[in-house]
């Protein structure tokens, strides 16, 4: 791993050099909300941001993709296959750690090539967290304030300058030709251990249970009334999938035109929360009530993931808990949890005491 100096003021001209060979993907502000999207300038660009209503996730795993066109008349069929070097810049350390299990996911048993295509021509850029995004935040419980152990490029914001850490191989082609990149000085290197010293200290633990207890607290807690009395509250919208980083159920459609002889295969997102998902041949719907959708979706967070394929299913953004309309956090939830396991713990001890 080489670590290299950028100052702020070469950063522009960075950008502009990324913008000639690649699409550039990175947060900007629109409407008072931060999105990542498509930009062809820097003066777009928003690096001290807070963070995305959508995560960009999106930009691997868009909301709607054109898997397969199709002619019936012809009998073929064509794969659409996109492969354009694409940039995502600026994405935080709990994002990053998202994107990895999505690289677990869409690999296993079989290859999901529409996604790897995308993947495979994606260099990540990220940027260090030095505060919390918001009161929702709690990636430090989680695990994942700090870089994954694999990236491309990270930036650490140092005052005046960028301290840029290059990762790999498709990292350091981003700088080939870029001049104003400098060696570390024994100074970048004091402030860095000072920069990240400080963060460690600005985020507070959130959660009354230790990541490691989750998977166990999710298997002692599935028939807890907390579910029940969440569902009355839950709208069943969906919200907190839609911003979900780490959330990748999808449906896939059909349209065709009006000849019946020329169409096109789709995939869009789907979420858990929305009462069709479960529905099946029959009309049967096997998590007919909000409270086992809203159960399932806690389960699938914080014990299927890390069993399989064995990385946190939730990555600590905040992000369903801002868009929750009814206010259910996972913060809460999870503490309400440990709460009301713990204390019918204690009296079935005091039970057996006596």
Same mark, same amino acid.
């Given at each position: ?5 950028? #100052? ?23 409407? %008072?909300?931060?999105?990542?999207? *498509? ?22 795993? #868009? ?6 066109? !199709? ?37 296993? %048993?079989?290859? %999901?090539?529409?996604?790897?295509? /995308? ?5 990540? $850029? ?5 505060? #919390? ?34 990762? +790999? ?18 100074? %970048? ?11 460690? +200290? ?10 490691? *207890?989750? #998977? +166990?607290?999710?298997?002692? $807690? ?5 579910? *029940? ?10 919200? &907190? ?17 009006? +000849?019946?002889?020329?169409? *096109? ?21 096997? /998590? ?6 809203? @159960?399932?979706? !806690?389960? /699938? ?10 990385? $946190?299913?939730?990555?600590? &953004?905040? /992000? ?18 440990? @709460? ?15």
């Amino acid at each position: 791993m080489t670590l290299k100096i950028l #100052p702020k003021d070469a950063m522009d001209g960075w950008i502009k050099n990324l913008l000639v060979d690649y699409r550039l993907i990175a947060p900007r502000l629109v409407r %008072d909300q931060y999105v990542f999207s *498509e930009v062809h300038s820097s003066d777009l660009v928003e690096l001290n941001y807070k963070t995305t209503i959508l995560p960009p996730k999106k930009a691997l795993q #868009p909301t709607r993709e054109e898997l397969i066109q !199709f002619n019936t008349a012809e009998n073929q069929a064509y794969p659409i296959i996109e492969d354009t070097p694409t940039v995502i810049l600026g994405v935080h350390t709990c994002d990053l750690h998202a994107i990895r299990l999505l690289d677990a996911v869409f690999k296993k %048993d079989r290859l %999901d090539q529409h996604y790897f295509s /995308r993947r495979q021509n994606t260099i990540l $850029v990220g940027m260090e967290c030095l505060e #919390p995004c918001s009161a929702h935040a709690f990636c430090k419980d989680m695990g994942t304030l700090n870089n994954p152990e694999e990236f491309d490029l990270h930036l650490i914001d140092l005052g005046t300058a960028y301290a840029l850490y290059i990762g +790999s191989e498709k990292g350091k082609e981003l700088l080939e030709g870029f001049n104003n990149c400098l060696d570390p000085t024994q100074e %970048d290197h004091n402030l860095i251990n000072h920069v990240m010293s400080k963060k460690w +200290s600005s985020f507070p633990y959130q959660l009354e249970a230790d990541i490691t *207890e989750l #998977p +166990s607290l999710m298997t002692f $807690v599935h028939r807890s009334s907390l579910w *029940e009395e969440l569902g009355e509250r839950c709208l069943g919208c969906g919200s &907190c999938n839609l911003v979900c980083p780490t959330c990748y159920c999808f449906d896939i459609r059909e349209q065709v035109d009006l +000849s019946l002889s020329v169409g *096109e295969r789709i995939r869009i997102w789907d979420s858990c929360m929305l009462d069709e998902f479960a529905t099946v041949a029959g009309g049967h719907n096997f /998590r007919s009530k909000q409270a086992y959708r809203l @159960r399932h979706r !806690f389960l /699938r967070k914080y014990k299927y993931q890390s069993i399989e394929p064995g990385l $946190v299913g939730c990555v600590g &953004c905040g /992000r369903c808990a801002e868009a929750c309309l009814v206010k259910i956090t996972p913060i809460a939830v999870l503490n309400q949890l440990f @709460r009301r396991h713990s204390a019918a713990r204690k009296i079935r001890q005091e039970v057996a005491i006596v």
